[in-house]
């Protein structure tokens, strides 16, 4: 084998293994450590049909940063609904196992009604609906109690209970329920 084709091997092989590492090695740098995926993969390894019915919740609080939740694929699926195609997203392992797991997360407010809000990695000028970001950018509250009063653009900090939707186009990816603000 020659010199260049030796090189272009090492350069390859070079090349896999840092995007592996870049994208498949938990960064205890990152919102989302090892030690948060570990102790997550062992709570919840598959939900069987009666933890969907009353699924079980964890009172560990893992912090959740955007860039895991930014951390999303696509299929386009033609329903009955939707024959032209619809795209619905593939939920990556570590945010499987964080279903139902206290989240720490924060963001900014984007109002959706007067009853009503979202949390967005971005301020409302650069929100998906706008076209700077997608839906994986966004996610829907369900506060425990009364819905407080929040402003547009408004930087809070939550806790509550994650959990996520794959299959309904009209519907938030992302979900965090019986919410509280930790910090405004």
Known sequence: MSKTKWALLVLIVSVLFIVEYICFTPNKANTVGYKAIVDTSRAI?????????????????VKLGWQLLANIDYVEEKTEDYPGGVLNPIINFQLKNLKNHYIEISGYVVPMDENSYALSSNVMSACFFCGMAGPESVMGIQFKNDTPSLK????????????????????????????KILKK
């Not at 598959?46 to 699924?55: A, F, G, N």
């Not at 209970?161 to 919410?179: C, G, L, M, Q, V």
């Open 45 to 61: 390894d598959d939900i069987s049909e009666t933890e969907k019915r009353s699924p079980k919740i964890s009172k560990d609080t």
């Open 152 to 179: 547009t653009d408004q930087y809070i900090s939550l806790v509550g209970i994650f959990s996520y939707n794959d299959t309904n186009p009209e519907d938030w990816i992302y979900h965090i329920k019986d919410a």
